[in-house]
């Protein structure tokens, strides 16, 4: 069994361990066996819910065991099954429809012609969803024409009226929420699951709600706000007033902050209309108008589907065709065909599109509404037709398991539901066989181990990726970058051939070069250069038999913060006052303040002639980075100022009078305490061609981790002091 099986391959020095993938930690097991079983302890997160077994690489009977990726998070609700609640479906006869959350591929809800069905675990285990009665007719409870699940809930889109369903109500969206009380085209929500992302401005979008002539943004809590209408759009895409302009459609790309509009335009619109398409960054709140624009039938309703890449490579399809947008659509056209030139209807008995599955490896599944599926992969323009799988009858479809992987999801005449694994990577491999595909290269390799690199001022980040393939073929690799040009590149490749074949090794560095001392705009400089930027490293050719690795990482430049201690004190808040001598502004009575344990932590306790050198330390959601080595600035947030330094300007190495708190709030009396002094005024004293003489025997009241320069206490009294610190060096 499989603890004897556990003890023979640890006596051949098997030891698993668990990685997280989004965070990239290690957990180990105890350091011994327990009744032939590993026991590890992880902790629970609700952004690092992706794990993977790995182990060493041990051979038992000439095999290696595979590492799996499985899924953990807090445990998910399902809707309560209430007694005398009535089903919700889609007419009678239509094929199945599902949404599934991004971040947690195991849950799902699909909506069939005789229930609704919900799960957490990839439909192990799954409860029905119904609604109470009374609210929707019987016709409309039976006319869902799209479902959408979310943290909120599950949004129902019936007779262009959106729904939603709580654990404790059902109830009809609308002017309440910002939204249209009907006229509703459709909704949709993130499809690629980001963690980690960088935004300056505000909250980011869950959700994207559509009319005819309107998109709205939804964010958690049932927060909806108009984004725009197609009246703002013509005057975007130079459209006379008079020509007719609508929403086709709307999708988020794999860019965490972005989101496409897909437009249809026609003067006449009887016979032909064009697809363009515009695309608006939520962070820069800038619209992009993009170089594509598509001919097609005026009734043509397509369908938009963005590949997980760094640059916008968007699939759409209608009832018979895909149209392949690649390479920020410098690459368009039609998914081809052996025969048919790409009407997959033709080659599946006049079938037509039920749905599309993508994964984050590029792979592509197009399944027929009579199960009849094709395949390729991202980047690919031709599909293959896959073996026959399922009964043409069988109402079913594809979605991703939570090992990230294609399912089969299907529902029987009797309302159950059942799932069945799919091996997509051997049918794909039978096919490719059959038809003699081979990829162009042998490997392709690279060390991007995480989704998300942050990268602070004066850092860089270099990564590498090689290529193997035969000799002759003459392959590269291609380094896509998208999103605000903030990076610097420099590249190094190199090359060598043995036994006929040839590797590229390639070694790319990302940093910044930017200086921001002494700028006209400190925040507005800071700001340009900060924000998102996604890079993706691909081979320049590739094949459906290709093990394409989707690598695509952002790169984010802000700062991370400490963190407090809260554990060594005893936790409460308590008052205390100052005497008003002993405050800057001097004021005609005390000060009552409160210490708020919450915000400022556990105070240290110090005796008068003890010295204080305040060392900084960085820190992110990993743990310590560094000590602080630049000059940073203290005050006392209450205003105290009876307290000095004990370097002078003059000991401190100074050729001029160097900045002080009262020099500052002088220049800046407009402006509060915590924002006369900073990075973006600051100038240093070490140069006669900056600043002025004056007195270089005042305290010196700039810090490093070097100087030896710390705070000076009273002894005639004691006192309580909140200090606030703030870097000075603006390249830090």
Same mark, same amino acid.
């Given at each position: 069994?499989?603890?004897?099986?556990?003890?023979?391959?640890?006596?051949?020095?098997?030891?698993?361990?668990?990685?997280?993938?989004?965070?990239?930690?290690?957990?180990?097991?105890?350091?011994?066996?327990?009744?032939?079983?590993?026991?590890?302890?992880?902790?629970?997160?609700?952004?690092?819910?992706?794990?993977?077994?790995?182990?060493?690489?041990?051979?038992?009977?000439?095999?290696?065991?595979?590492?799996?990726?499985?899924?953990?998070?807090?445990?998910? /609700?399902?809707?309560?099954?209430?007694?005398?609640?009535?089903?919700?479906?889609?007419?009678?006869?239509?094929?199945?429809?599902?949404?599934?959350?991004?971040?947690?591929?195991?849950?799902?809800?699909?909506?069939?012609?005789?229930? #609704?069905? %919900?799960?957490?675990?990839?439909?192990?285990?799954? #409860?029905?969803?119904?609604?109470?009665?009374?609210?929707?007719?019987?016709?409309?409870?039976?006319?869902?024409?799209?479902?959408? /699940?979310?943290?909120?809930?599950?949004?129902?889109?019936?007779?262009?009226?959106?729904?939603?369903?709580?654990?404790?109500?059902?109830?009809? /969206?609308?002017?309440?929420?910002?939204?249209?009380?009907?006229?509703?085209?459709?909704?949709?929500?993130?499809?690629?699951?980001?963690?980690?992302?960088?935004?300056?401005?505000?909250?980011?979008?869950?959700?994207?709600?559509?009319?005819?002539?309107?998109?709205?943004?939804?964010?958690?809590?049932?927060?909806?706000?108009?984004?725009?209408?197609?009246?703002?759009?013509?005057?975007?895409?130079?459209?006379?007033?008079?020509?007719?302009?609508?929403?086709?459609?709307?999708?988020?790309?794999?860019?965490?902050?972005?989101?496409?509009?897909?437009?249809?335009?026609?003067?006449?619109?009887?016979?032909?209309?064009?697809?363009?398409?515009?695309?608006?960054?939520?962070?820069?709140? %800038?619209?992009?108008?993009?170089?594509?624009?598509?001919?097609?039938?005026?009734?043509?309703?397509?369908?938009?589907?963005?590949?997980?890449?760094?640059?916008?490579?968007?699939?759409?399809?209608?009832?018979?065709? /895909?149209?392949? $947008?690649?390479?920020?659509?410098?690459?368009?056209?039609?998914?081809?065909?052996?025969?048919?030139?790409?009407?997959?209807?033709?080659?599946?008995?006049?079938?037509?599109?039920?749905?599309?599955?993508?994964?984050?490896?590029?792979?592509?599944?197009?399944?027929?509404?009579?199960?009849?599926?094709?395949?390729?992969?991202?980047?690919?323009?031709?599909?293959?037709?896959?073996?026959?799988?399922?009964?043409?009858?069988?109402?079913?479809?594809?979605?991703?398991?939570?090992?990230?992987?294609?399912?089969?999801?299907?529902?029987?005449?009797?309302?159950?539901?059942?799932?069945?694994?799919?091996?997509?990577?051997?049918?794909?491999?039978?096919?490719?066989?059959?038809?003699?595909?081979?990829?162009?290269?042998?490997?392709?390799?690279?060390?991007?181990?995480?989704?998300?690199?942050?990268?602070?001022?004066?850092?860089?980040?270099?990564?590498? #990726?090689?290529?193997?393939?035969?000799?002759?073929?003459?392959?590269?690799?291609?380094?896509?970058?998208?999103?605000?040009?903030?990076?610097?590149?420099?590249?190094?490749?190199?090359?060598?051939?043995?036994?006929?074949?040839?590797?590229?090794?390639?070694?790319?560095?990302?940093?910044?070069?930017?200086?921001?001392?002494?700028?006209?705009?400190?925040?507005?400089?800071?700001?340009?250069?900060?924000?998102?930027?996604?890079?993706?490293?691909?081979?320049?050719?590739?094949?459906?038999?290709?093990?394409?690795?989707?690598?695509?990482?952002?790169?984010?430049?802000?700062?991370?913060?400490?963190?407090?201690?809260?554990?060594?004190?005893?936790?409460?808040?308590?008052?205390?006052?100052?005497?008003?001598?002993?405050?800057?502004?001097?004021?005609?009575?005390?000060?009552?303040?409160?210490?708020?344990?919450?915000?400022?932590?556990?105070?240290?306790?110090?005796?008068?002639?003890?010295?204080?050198?305040?060392?900084?330390?960085?820190?992110?959601?990993?743990?310590?980075?560094?000590?602080?080595?630049?000059?940073?600035?203290?005050?006392?947030?209450?205003?105290?100022?009876?307290?000095?330094?004990?370097?002078?300007?003059?000991?401190?190495?100074?050729?001029?009078?160097?900045?002080?708190?009262?020099?500052?709030?002088?220049?800046?009396?407009?402006?509060?305490?915590?924002?006369?002094?900073?990075?973006?005024?600051?100038?240093? $004293?070490?140069?006669?061609?900056?600043?002025?003489?004056?007195?270089?025997?005042?305290?010196?009241?700039?810090?490093?981790?070097?100087?030896?320069?710390?705070?000076?206490?009273?002894?005639?009294?004691?006192?309580?002091?909140?200090?606030?610190?703030?870097?000075?060096?603006?390249?830090?």
């Amino acid at each position: 069994n499989s603890k004897i099986l556990s003890k023979e391959l640890a006596t051949l020095g098997q030891k698993p361990v668990i990685f997280t993938s989004l965070k990239k930690r290690f957990y180990y097991p105890d350091s011994k066996m327990k009744n032939g079983t590993w026991h590890i302890a992880l902790p629970m997160s609700v952004d690092d819910v992706l794990k993977e077994v790995k182990g060493n690489q041990v051979a038992f009977q000439d095999c290696f065991i595979a590492d799996v990726i499985f899924l953990l998070s807090f445990p998910l /609700l399902t809707m309560p099954d209430i007694p005398g609640f009535l089903p919700i479906t889609t007419p009678q006869g239509s094929p199945l429809i599902a949404s599934q959350m991004s971040c947690v591929p195991s849950s799902v809800v699909v909506v069939a012609d005789m229930e #609704t069905f %919900q799960t957490n675990d990839s439909f192990r285990t799954w #409860t029905r969803i119904r609604v109470p009665p009374n609210i929707l007719t019987d016709d409309e409870r039976h006319n869902v024409s799209d479902v959408y /699940l979310s943290w909120d809930g599950i949004f129902f889109l019936i007779n262009s009226v959106l729904y939603i369903r709580t654990f404790i109500a059902f109830r009809r /969206l609308g002017r309440d929420e910002n939204l249209p009380d009907n006229g509703i085209s459709g909704a949709t929500i993130r499809k690629w699951c980001w963690v980690k992302y960088l935004i300056k401005n505000k909250e980011r979008s869950a959700m994207a709600v559509w009319t005819k002539n309107e998109v709205y943004l939804g964010y958690l809590s049932l927060i909806f706000v108009k984004l725009t209408t197609t009246e703002k759009l013509k005057s975007l895409l130079n459209i006379s007033p008079a020509d007719t302009l609508t929403i086709q459609n709307v999708a988020f790309l794999a860019h965490p902050l972005e989101l496409a509009i897909i437009l249809n335009y026609c003067t006449t619109c009887s016979i032909n209309k064009k697809i363009y398409l515009v695309i608006y960054n939520e962070d820069t709140e %800038q619209w992009m108008k993009q170089d594509f624009a598509l001919d097609v039938t005026s009734d043509t309703v397509l369908s938009a589907y963005f590949i997980y890449s760094a640059m916008p490579d968007l699939l759409l399809w209608d009832k018979h065709r /895909l149209y392949y $947008c690649y390479h920020n659509f410098t690459d368009t056209g039609i998914i081809q065909t052996p025969t048919e030139f790409g009407n997959l209807s033709r080659l599946s008995q006049n079938s037509t599109i039920h749905n599309v599955f993508i994964d984050y490896y590029g792979n592509v599944v197009v399944k027929m509404k009579n199960n009849i599926m094709f395949y390729f992969k991202a980047n690919i323009r031709d599909a293959v037709k896959l073996h026959v799988w399922i009964n043409s009858t069988m109402k079913s479809l594809t979605a991703m398991s939570s090992f990230g992987v294609v399912f089969l999801i299907h529902v029987f005449e009797n309302g159950t539901v059942y799932p069945q694994e799919y091996p997509l990577r051997l049918e794909a491999e039978s096919v490719a066989f059959t038809i003699k595909e081979k990829c162009p290269y042998v490997a392709f390799l690279n060390n991007i181990f995480t989704v998300f690199y942050f990268l602070d001022k004066g850092q860089n980040i270099s990564i590498w #990726t090689q290529i193997v393939y035969p000799e002759n073929v003459g392959l590269y690799i291609m380094v896509e970058s998208y999103g605000p040009k903030i990076l610097q590149e420099k590249h190094h490749i190199h090359y060598e051939i043995a036994l006929g074949y040839c590797t590229k090794t390639m070694t790319i560095t990302f940093f910044q070069t930017k200086n921001y001392e002494a700028v006209d705009d400190y925040f507005k400089l800071q700001n340009e250069n900060m924000g998102l930027q996604l890079i993706h490293v691909r081979p320049s050719a590739s094949a459906r038999t290709c093990p394409i690795a989707q690598k695509v990482s952002d790169m984010g430049r802000s700062k991370p913060l400490p963190p407090f201690n809260k554990k060594e004190c005893l936790q409460h808040d308590f008052f205390y006052n100052i005497e008003k001598s002993y405050l800057r502004n001097k004021p005609s009575k005390n000060l009552r303040v409160k210490y708020d344990w919450n915000e400022y932590g556990c105070p240290l306790r110090l005796d008068f002639g003890e010295k204080f050198h305040p060392v900084l330390q960085l820190f992110n959601e990993n743990g310590y980075i560094e000590d602080v080595e630049v000059n940073f600035i203290v005050w006392e947030i209450h205003g105290r100022n009876d307290y000095s330094f004990n370097n002078t300007m003059k000991k401190s190495g100074c050729l001029n009078e160097a900045q002080t708190w009262k020099s500052m709030i002088a220049r800046n009396k407009h402006l509060p305490l915590g924002e006369v002094w900073g990075p973006e005024n600051y100038k240093h $004293c070490f140069s006669y061609a900056i600043g002025k003489p004056g007195d270089l025997n005042q305290p010196y009241e700039i810090i490093n981790k070097s100087n030896y320069n710390h705070l000076v206490w009273p002894v005639d009294h004691s006192g309580m002091y909140v200090f606030r610190v703030k870097i000075l060096d603006p390249n830090y």
